[in-house]
């Protein structure tokens, strides 16, 4: 079975490729009424040139463009990932640190080399901690913070060595997860890592009332 597409994990292909269509289908009416709009007040310029085939032109242009690069930064987006740590309960504290759900697209990107890294010093891949989203198929395996604790050591001790790529944005990650899960091995919380396609960071109260963690 294989583990990793373009580095990222495996199940980034499948994800692309569903917001992609997604994305499609949803903007396809908006891009296409106003391209067809267009082209049909320019043909009425052509025939009967008035102002309101030119304001027809400069409004439905300025919108095809607007849908046509809204679709187009969509599809770029969908090409991106992020691998972000869950919990299986957790209780935001003051002066809690950064929220980790921003991150994890370094730790995404780089998912390969992170892993064979880990493997040659003896250490659980990332890959083992997950990438299941319980919000889709309702799995979730847990494990202890400990061990993805460890491996994540080992990945800052191999960015400081120059045994994994030296990157300011990797190890800001590597050390916001780091934190996390130092609290969650003090106050027993379980963990896992999920792959969430694209950039977008935003979760609504339902969307987290049909999880059973909780991103920290």
């Given at each position: 079975m294989k583990k990793y597409?373009?580095?990222?994990?495996y199940c980034h292909k499948s994800e692309m490729r569903k917001n992609i269509i997604y994305s499609a289908i949803f903007y396809m009416p908006f891009y296409g009424l106003s391209v067809f709009g267009l082209i049909f007040h320019f043909l009425s310029f052509l025939s009967e040139r008035n102002i309101w085939n030119l304001a027809g032109i400069l409004?439905?242009?300025?919108?095809?463009?607007?849908?046509?690069?809204?679709?187009?930064?969509?599809?770029?987006?969908?090409?991106?990932?992020?691998?972000v740590l869950y919990f299986d309960n957790y209780r935001p504290k003051e002066n809690d640190g950064e929220?980790?759900?921003?991150?994890?697209?370094?730790?995404?990107?780089?998912?390969?080399?992170i892993d064979s890294y880990l493997k040659n010093k003896g250490k659980t891949p990332l890959s083992d901690f997950g990438f299941h989203d319980d919000y889709w198929d309702g799995q979730n395996e847990w494990k202890q913070p400990e061990e993805m604790l460890d491996s994540l050591l080992c990945v800052k001790e191999g960015i400081s060595s120059k045994g994994l790529p030296s990157s300011p944005a990797l190890e800001k990650e590597v050390l916001v997860y780091i934190n996390k899960l130092e609290r969650a091995k003090v106050e027993q919380f379980q963990c896992r890592l999920i792959y969430r396609n694209g950039t977008d960071t935003a979760i609504t109260p339902m969307y987290m009332e049909q999880r059973e963690g909780r991103f920290p």
């Open positions: 597409y373009n580095n990222y994990p409004i439905l242009g300025t919108s095809s463009v607007y849908f046509i690069r809204s679709f187009v930064m969509s599809l770029v987006d969908s090409t991106k990932g992020r691998i929220w980790a759900y921003l991150y994890g697209s370094e730790l995404a990107k780089n998912l390969k080399f």
